[in-house]
Nanobody, 125 residues
């Protein structure tokens, strides 16, 4: 069992920045691939970013590429999502997720084993 808790969400103006954190507990954090997803009202949960176990490789959705950066600190059992250049369309609940085994399909929510409760990000125009 891995417990995940996101923090750092809030209200920000367009063009601003936020840094989300996701603290993990339970199992060995460095054994897990970590993903970030988001879900806007009335929409399906969508992939945002994924980072591998060591933090050396990241993947991003096209909609956030160049603006968002995922990172992790395995010593602190924490994964981060730095969000710059925020747009109103980035408004959503943001979730972190963990997966133990490698999968080439890193964008499907169903591939992840554990989820946090989410943190709200609201970007005003």
């Amino acid at each position: 069992q891995v417990l995940l808790e996101e923090s750092g969400g809030g209200l920000v103006q367009a063009g601003g920045s936020l840094r989300l954190s996701c603290a993990a507990s339970g199992r060995t954090f460095s054994n897990y691939y970590m993903g970030w997803f988001r879900q806007a009202p009335g929409k399906e949960r969508e992939f945002v970013a994924r980072i591998n176990r060591s933090g050396s490789t990241t993947y991003y959705a096209d909609s956030v590429k160049g603006r968002f950066t995922a990172s992790r600190d395995n010593a602190k059992n924490t994964v981060y999502l730095q969000m710059n250049g925020l747009k109103p369309e980035d408004t959503a609940v943001y979730y972190c997720a963990a997966r133990y085994y490698y999968s080439s399909d890193y964008i499907s929510p169903a591939r992840y084993d554990y989820w946090g409760q989410g943190t709200q990000v609201t970007v005003s125009a």
